[in-house]
Nanobody
Framework: QAQLVESGGGLVQPGGSLRLSCAAS????????MGWSRQAPGKQRELVAR???????VYTDSVKGRFTISGDNAKNTVYLQMNSLRPEDTAVYYC?????????????WGQGTQVTVSS
């Protein structure tokens, strides 16, 4: 069973940057299909970015041009580079594998990493 460990969150001022990391263990890792979601207090989980089975990066509209998803198969790690951060990006960020057919996340959730954007 895969285990996911997210890290890299923190407190940052508006306009700042953070790089989140997600280390996967316990299963054969493939960057394709991995993605990031976030959940703010009182809100539903929101898909932020993912890499499709074809290797294409897709983003929710609110982060396009500011966030970049990438990864390293050799290190079993997926990243989320977040630039020009806004207060509305404040949330707990999680990585997981996204099943494009069922449209669901398929691995056990990690603990997530808190991102707080505030002056």
């Amino acid at each position: 069973q895969a285990q996911l460990v997210e890290s890299g969150g923190g407190l940052v001022q508006p306009g700042g940057s953070l790089r989140l990391s997600c280390a996967a263990s316990g299963s054969v890792f493939s960057l394709n299909g991995m993605g990031w979601s976030r959940q703010a207090p009182g809100k539903q989980r929101e898909l932020v970015a993912r890499i499709t089975s074809g290797g294409i990066s897709v983003y929710t509209d609110s982060v396009k041009g500011r966030f970049t998803i990438s990864g390293d198969n050799a290190k079993n790690t997926v990243y989320l580079q977040m630039n020009s951060l806004r207060p509305e990006d404040t949330a707990v960020y999680y990585c997981n594998k996204f099943d494009e057919l069922l449209r669901v996340w398929v691995l056990p959730w990690g603990q997530g990493t808190q991102v707080t954007v505030s002056s």
